[in-house]
């Protein structure tokens, strides 16, 4: 299993559960680790990361611009992310390319993700949630 799926295996558990209004501190601690994982796959453009999230998520994330765009400055800012222009069909798009100490930092996160999930999921089994 790919670590952007654990990662929105818990979207989708929790839509499960019916709650498909995530709370803000669920979206703000698993924007970054995603979108790093998206770039891994390749570079990219806003609205195609947008897409693959809800792609790999079956739906259950379904994020905005608005939600987006900040996370891509910060990363960019902090040197883990590159954009640059490039010219698509007639229109420039800005593209986005995880750096060297990107791809560091993500499987930094995915190793934090990955411990998360075990404990979660023994947890869950524990008590009789998952089967």
Known sequence: MQYLDILCIYAVYIEDLGMSDYSKELVAASTIPIVLEVLKQGDNYGYAIIKRVQEISGGALNWKEGTLY???????DRKLIQSYQKDENGRT????RLKPAGKKFAESMQLEWSSVNQILSKLWKAQGHLT
């Open 93 to 96: 798009r800005k593209y986005y």
């Open 70 to 76: 900040p996370v891509l400055s910060k990363l960019e």
